[in-house]
C-alpha cells in the first residue's frame, strides 16, 4: 500500500530517537505510521552528526527532524500493518529504471 508524507515529527521515547510521519492514502485516509530504525539511520547517519559519541543532546532532534522534513515530505512511500503498529519505508532502489 501506498502513500505521500504530509509531515514528520520526532520524539525521545526510553532514550531513542522516535519518527513518525503522517500519511495520506491515496483513497484519502490520514494515519500516523513509525519510521524503522534501519530507514533512519539511511536518512540521517548518526556518524555525521554525532561522531563516535553515543550521546546526543535534546536539541538535535529539531535538527534531525529539519532534516527529515526536507528529504521526505511529500514523498511517495509504501506503509504496512505490523502488531496492530503501522510503519513505512521509502521505495526499493529496484523499482527506480534509469532512462537514456
Not at 483513497?27 to 546526543?56: H, N, Q, W, Y
Not at 538535535?60 to 509504501?78: F, N, P, Q
Amino acid at each position: 500500500m501506498y502513500g505521500k508524507v504530509l509531515a514528520i515529527k520526532t520524539a525521545v521515547k526510553s532514550e531513542h530517537i522516535k519518527v513518525t510521519a503522517r500519511i495520506k492514502e491515496q483513497s484519502g485516509r490520514v494515519f500516523s505510521a513509525g519510521l524503522p530504525d534501519r530507514e533512519l539511520s539511511a536518512l540521517v547517519p548518526r556518524s555525521i552528526l554525532l561522531g563516535e559519541t553515543s550521546s546526543a543532546p535534546k536539541n538535535m532532534l529539531d535538527v534531525i527532524e529539519s532534516i527529515l522534513c526536507k528529504a521526505v515530505r511529500g514523498r511517495t512511500v509504501r506503509y504496512w500493518e505490523y502488531q496492530n503498529r503501522e510503519y513505512f519505508s521509502f521505495l526499493s532502489w529496484r523499482a527506480v529504471k534509469f532512462i537514456a
